[in-house]
């Protein structure tokens, strides 16, 4: 049996009389043989992430696990993180910057989420502000940090790289592939809904650098009225809406 608060992973076994952990996060840890079942931390606080390890502070203390050791971890994003997508819909990326930057400093690497998504929409922040070469570190990182499934979306940030830096070749190389299908499926995860946001953003920017302004408007707008959950992509979809509007060009 588990007691919130405690600490059941050998060797830090806490005593029925230690005091409450300071937090409300659960940690589960990949079970010690395929029969037994998986030990767990409760109502502890996951402190920081560093590299391959995660700190965690429970009633006796902090203690450094490795990546490798846990199953699942339940954890809350922090408030940060509402206020910096908050901050992209208000148009104002450098305080976005800062908030998920912050977040993204302490939590890269943690195996949730919203930590993920904070650590790729750091890259796409810095797209936002015209900072190229930040934008293709982060976006590099990222994909170091989560492989397997954060390549795709590390794939099309660097795509929507390619199309600011006017290589249309590579650019729809990567984003028309990905949204082939997209406008047929019935239900799409927030996961997916994200990808074809951005690779219908970089067809936009293709289709508009080519002089394809309604091809380009028409892809702005599936990004901001249908995959519109990378709110980063939106805002600079939002921008080029309206600059092509002053061109007469009115939307699908």
């Excluded at 079970?31 to 502890?44: D, G, I, K, R, Y």
């Excluded at 799409?188 to 690779?199: E, L």
Aim: hydrophobic content about 45%; overall charge positive; aromatic content about 6%.
């Amino acid at each position: 049996m588990f007691i919130a608060g405690s600490a059941l992973t050998s060797p830090h076994t806490a005593s029925a009389q230690a005091p409450a952990a300071p937090g409300a996060d659960t940690v589960i840890f990949k079970p010690a043989t395929p029969t037994s079942p998986p030990a767990q931390l409760v109502n502890v606080e996951i402190v920081s992430v560093r590299g391959t390890k995660i700190t965690i502070r429970n009633a006796q203390g902090e203690i450094a696990y490795d990546v490798a050791q846990i199953l699942e971890i339940r954890k809350a994003a922090p408030p940060e993180f509402a206020q910096g997508r908050a901050a992209i819909d208000a148009g104002d990326p450098e305080k976005a910057l800062t908030l998920i930057k912050g977040i993204a400093d302490r939590y890269k690497g943690l195996p949730i989420a919203w930590a993920s998504e904070a650590t790729l929409m750091v890259g796409n922040i810095f797209v936002n502000l015209g900072k190229l070469t930040e934008a293709e570190a982060a976006f590099n990182e990222f994909e170091r940090i989560y492989p397997g499934t954060g390549a795709v979306a590390a794939s099309i940030g660097k795509a929507r790289l390619a199309a600011e830096r006017g290589n249309n070749a590579d650019a729809r190389r990567v984003a028309e592939p990905l949204v082939k299908d997209a406008l047929s499926k019935k239900t799409v995860t927030r996961a997916d809904s994200q990808i074809y946001g951005q690779a219908y953003y970089v067809l936009g920017k293709i289709a508009e650098s080519e002089g394809k302004l309604p091809e380009a408007m028409e892809n702005y707008c599936r990004t901001v009225a249908i995959f519109y959950q990378e709110r980063a992509v939106v805002l600079d979809a939002e921008k080029r809406i309206d600059a092509l509007r002053k061109k007469g060009i009115t939307t699908p």
